[in-house]
Every structure is written in structure tokens, then in C-alpha cells.
Nanobody, 114 residues
Framework: QVKLVESGGGLVQPGGSLRLSCAASGTIGSAYLLGWYRQAPGKQRELVATITLGGNPNYADSVKGRFTISRDNTKNWVYLQMNTLKPEDTAVYYC????????WGQGIQVTVSS
């Protein structure tokens, strides 16, 4: 019954910024882990960033220093501020939430191109 809906994606030029949001509905309590993953065409899904209930973040090396993950514990919303975007950041980005079960959003397209 949990549903995750991503928003904030789109087309941006290299060096630009986007902020992704993921709203979780049908939730009870706070997810112990929230995160963002991405999948580029022809490649496997990879971790971008995660954040624990206590606010401890973890980032892929490729985005460290450029992306910032944050969360609203009460609402189980998670955000991804993406700065200094590069063409290689182009992918479908997926929101992930771990309660007792593991939930995924349907994904949102981020395209970095001039």
C-alpha cells in the first residue's frame, strides 16, 4: 500500500542543477532508509545516495561533493539536490524506501545535455 512518487526531473544543461523529490504515501512511521538510485540506458541500476533515519548520508563516489540527499522523517519524503550536473548523470532516477519491506518509485528522467 506504500506508494512513492518522484518529481523534479527534466532536462538541464551541463553545470546546472535539479532538485528531485520523492513523496511517500500510505506509510506508517518513518522509513529506516531512504535513497536514490539511477539507471542509464544499457547499464545496471546503481546507488546514488542513501540516508538513514538518523540523517546519515551515503553517496556514490561519482556524485560526492555535487549531490546532497536529505529527508523529512515525519512525512517520509526524500530529496536529492543535484548540482554541477554532468552528461553522465543522465539516467532514470528511482526513489527507494525501506520499511519492513522495500519500496521503489517508478522512476523519473533526468537528462543533462546542451
Amino acid at each position: 500500500q506504500v506508494k512513492l512518487v518522484e518529481s523534479g526531473g527534466g532536462l538541464v544543461q551541463p553545470g546546472g542543477s535539479l532538485r528531485l523529490s520523492c513523496a511517500a504515501s500510505g506509510t506508517i512511521g518513518s522509513a529506516y532508509l531512504l535513497g536514490w538510485y539511477r539507471q542509464a540506458p544499457g547499464k545496471q541500476r546503481e546507488l546514488v545516495a542513501t540516508i538513514t533515519l538518523g540523517g546519515n548520508p551515503n553517496y556514490a563516489d561519482s556524485v560526492k561533493g555535487r549531490f546532497t540527499i536529505s529527508r523529512d522523517n515525519t512525512k517520509n519524503w526524500v530529496y536529492l539536490q543535484m548540482n554541477t550536473l554532468k552528461p553522465e548523470d543522465t539516467a532514470v532516477y528511482y526513489c527507494r524506501a525501506k520499511f519492513g519491506d522495500d519500496y521503489w518509485g517508478q522512476g523519473i528522467q533526468v537528462t543533462v545535455s546542451s
